[in-house]
């Protein structure tokens, strides 16, 4: 689940943390203080930290469940020293350990194959919409995500993408947006790459088909 919200927007953030279930998630947040607010926490202290939060400031959040992650700091593709958080709703193909290269020791390890495939498709001066595109083709034609702080703009985002086995649903919520995963949904999207920001505190979600990020 992505997540972007303005200062108080309390009952937008309560409807959405209604989507989450009970196991344990991954999650990380970063508030409008521009800083990591948590990477890591139960699903109950998930919705403690975002009401919280976003009762002080603009928030944009990813939280995952049942997923690989893995989180660093990089150089872009836009030159910004930037945090990134990039989620697999699976565990990458053998490809990736090609392209990735992880030491011996790691390849048995989904989060180092990962981060491996992360930092060698960064260095490429891939895209995140575009890296997020291919971790989610890679991963089982299922889903990925991405949160990106660059710091010294303070631009705060995130990424979803989904491949043919899954489709990404979203929903507006005043102050609010929200995107999700999902295996049904007549009204949501397949084959698709999703970014969320706020814009001058509006919530904006921007759409693109899976197979133009990934080929023009």
Known sequence: MALVATKGALDSVAEALRLLG???????????SNRVVATGASVSDARDILLGSVSRGDIVA????????????FFLKS?????????????LAKQ??????????SRRSPE???YAYTARLVR??????????????????????????????KSLRVY?????KTRICTRHLGSAALAWFTRG??????????????????????????EKVLYD
């Open 22 to 32: 009970p196991g344990e998630s991954f999650l990380a947040l970063v508030s409008g």
């Open 62 to 73: 990813l939280v995952v469940q049942g997923a690989v992650c893995s989180d660093s700091h």
């Open 79 to 91: 030159g910004e020293y930037s945090y990134l958080v990039v989620c697999s709703l699976y565990p």
């Open 96 to 105: 990736a350990i090609v392209t990735g290269q992880p030491p011996l020791p």
């Open 112 to 114: 180092a194959v990962l």
């Open 124 to 153: 490429d001066g891939v895209s995140t919409e575009r890296l997020v595109a291919k971790i989610a083709y890679s991963a089982e034609g299922l889903g990925a995500g991405a949160l990106v702080w660059e710091k010294r703009r």
């Open 160 to 164: 979803l993408a989904a491949s043919g």
């Open 185 to 210: 949904g007549s009204d949501c999207y397949e084959g698709a790459v999703l970014r969320l920001e706020l814009v001058h505190r509006v919530p904006r979600i921007i759409i693109r088909e899976l």
